[in-house]
């Protein structure tokens, strides 16, 4: 017998408007972004200025949706959404990748350090905080009952 919990995607209802658990792992994972890495450039662990944080912000953001959305229609789904291009955008109904996030920020990270040059310092903090945010949306995953598996014989 498989034990399946009975919980609700809703975090918070806010006036009429559904607050989701995937947009609340979200937003803490870029809070816990921002706050972790200017802690770790204030204890010199890194050879950045706190104000290129606050600009790449912006980028990681971004990557992390677009490429999150991009990678689940690519990846997951191309065939409907080549017949239905409009539901590409409806990010609200669902359907983001890990993988396609992982790319995105990749991609965000090449493209703002060919103005700053800090490719390798911002990789290195970049994967200091992304755990957290990635184990955020492992939560979420697990309160909507996904990732549970393939049914076996």
């Known amino acids: 017998m498989i034990f399946e919990h009975n919980l609700t995607p809703v975090a918070l209802n806010f006036f009429g408007i559904n607050i989701y658990w995937y947009s609340l792992s979200y937003l803490f994972g870029f809070i816990f972004f921002i706050h972790y890495s200017k802690y770790l450039i204030k204890k010199k662990f890194f050879h950045l200025e706190l104000r290129l944080i606050d600009n790449f912000l912006g980028h990681a953001i971004l990557g992390v949706i677009l490429g999150g959305r991009l990678g689940y229609v690519f990846?997951?789904?191309?065939?409907?959404?080549?017949?239905?291009?409009?539901?590409?955008?409806?990010?609200?109904?669902?359907g983001m990748s890990f993988h396609g996030g992982l790319l995105?920020?990749?991609?965000?990270?090449?493209?703002?350090?060919?103005?700053?040059?800090?490719?390798?310092?911002?990789?290195n903090i970049v994967s200091c905080s992304a755990p957290f945010g990635i184990f955020l949306g492992r939560i979420a995953n697990f309160i909507n009952a996904e990732l549970i598996g393939r049914p076996t014989s």
């Open 75 to 94: 990846f997951y789904n191309f065939d409907f959404y080549l017949q239905n291009p409009f539901e590409i955008v409806k990010i609200w109904k669902g």
């Open 104 to 123: 995105g920020v990749l991609i965000s990270m090449i493209i703002f350090s060919k103005n700053t040059k800090f490719f390798f310092e911002l990789s």
